[in-house]
């Protein structure tokens, strides 16, 4: 019953924006700590940005840095992902996870225990 689903994605032109949802079931997110991740065939699963479990620390990637932002809902049990300012090397299936994290986040994998099914973000003209 433990559940994490990602909603949101779907096609976008370069220069365009984008919200993804996490939201959670069988379990509250006000005590972990969230990231976002994503990945393309291939390619290893990357961090892309992270949010910790007071919301005061927030941790993104080089490429996304001024562009993406996160943030929490606890009342409604979600997390979102803006996406603004996006590029075609963006395209990707998007997925965000749990975590116990004693400082901050983390954009590794290894910290997040639960994490959803993914949503396809693609950036394209």
């Known amino acids: 019953q433990v559940q994490l689903v990602e909603s949101g994605g779907g096609l976008v032109q370069p220069g365009g924006s984008l919200r993804l949802s996490c939201a959670a079931s069988?379990?509250?997110?006000?005590?972990?700590?969230i990231g976002w991740f994503r990945q393309v065939p291939g390619k290893e699963r990357e961090g892309v940005l992270c949010i910790s479990k007071s919301a005061r620390v927030t941790m993104p990637r080089d490429s996304v840095k001024g562009r993406f932002t996160i943030s929490r809902d606890n009342a409604k049990n979600t997390v979102y992902l803006q996406m603004n300012s996006l590029r075609p090397e963006d395209t990707a299936v998007y997925y965000c996870?749990?975590?116990?994290?004693?400082?901050?986040?983390?954009?590794?994998?290894?910290?997040?225990?639960?994490w959803g099914q993914g949503t396809q973000v693609t950036v394209s003209s």
């Open positions: 069988g379990f509250t997110l006000d005590s972990y700590s």
């Open positions: 996870a749990a975590g116990q994290i004693a400082d901050g986040c983390t954009l590794l994998r290894g910290p997040y225990h639960y």
